[in-house]
């Protein structure tokens, strides 16, 4: 099993900056890339998976980019809202599972 | 269509007992995980099964962990002699598949803590 970093691990911001981390991951052997949201109290949900480098996805405010040959992707957040408070988890598909890194923890105040 | 189950939600066992950790998939789906998070930490990878049978269980720290699927559908995670270091939330999650594209589909977790 190979690691997967994030950075930074935690974040707090004022409603409406936008904000990004940054998700290392091996780039030898690559599949695929997955990002989670993880609010308090609730399951982690998926807003990501991605595949090709170069891969740019967007879902509302929230968009991530890919770059498999250096091993990164990052998650941008527009507008930040306090309803996107929550943990932003990636994981790197290796070997039929998903590893995750440590995540990021982003506070929003309003 | 319901989601991914875990039971109980809660539990406290003191140091030493057998625990059992249930996790109920979403129905069709026939990959079904195994994580471990410790406060501060990403989801830990501890066994996947595809059907009935564990296709990896490289992440299970020791042999006090053990998990079934008997029937491809129910899972449960076993522990025994549970060590204070074993106190953290279990996720349970299902996928349609292993295919490196599928979405895993969590469940709420059991936070279990030893005493």
Redesign the interface.
């Known amino acids: ?1 190979l690691n ?1 970093e ?1 950075s930074p ?1 935690s974040l707090h911001v004022q409603e409406g900056d936008s904000t990004n981390f940054t998700c290392s991951f091996p780039s030898s052997n690559f ?2 890339l ?1 990002w ?1 949201r993880w609010e308090t109290a ?5 807003l990501f ?1 991605m ?1 090709l480098n170069g891969d740019e996805k967007k879902k509302g405010r929230i968009s991530a980019t890919l770059n498999t040959k250096e091993g990164y992707s990052y998650l941008y957040i527009k507008g930040s809202q306090p309803e996107d408070s929550a943990t932003y ?1 990636c994981a790197s ?1 290796q ?9 990021t923890e982003l506070s929003v105040k309003p | 269509g319901a989601g991914v189950s875990q039971t109980p939600s809660n539990k406290v066992t003191e140091k030493g007992k057998y625990v059992e950790l249930r996790c109920d998939p979403i129905s069709g789906h026939t990959a079904l995980y195994w994580y471990r998070q410790s406060l501060g930490q990403g989801p830990e990878f501890l066994i996947y099964f595809q059907g009935t049978g564990a296709a990896d269980d490289s992440g299970l720290p020791n042999d006090r962990f053990f998990a079934v699927r008997p029937e491809g559908s129910v899972s449960t995670l076993k522990i025994q002699r549970t060590e204070r270091g074993d106190s953290a939330v279990y996720l349970c999650a299902s996928s349609l598949g292993t295919g490196s594209n599928e979405k895993l589909f969590f469940g709420s977790g059991t936070q279990l803590s030893v005493l």
């Open positions: 099993i997967v994030q691990q599949y695929a997955h989670y609730k399951s982690p949900e998926a998976v595949t988890l598909y070997g039929g599972k998903l590893i995750f890194g440590q995540g």
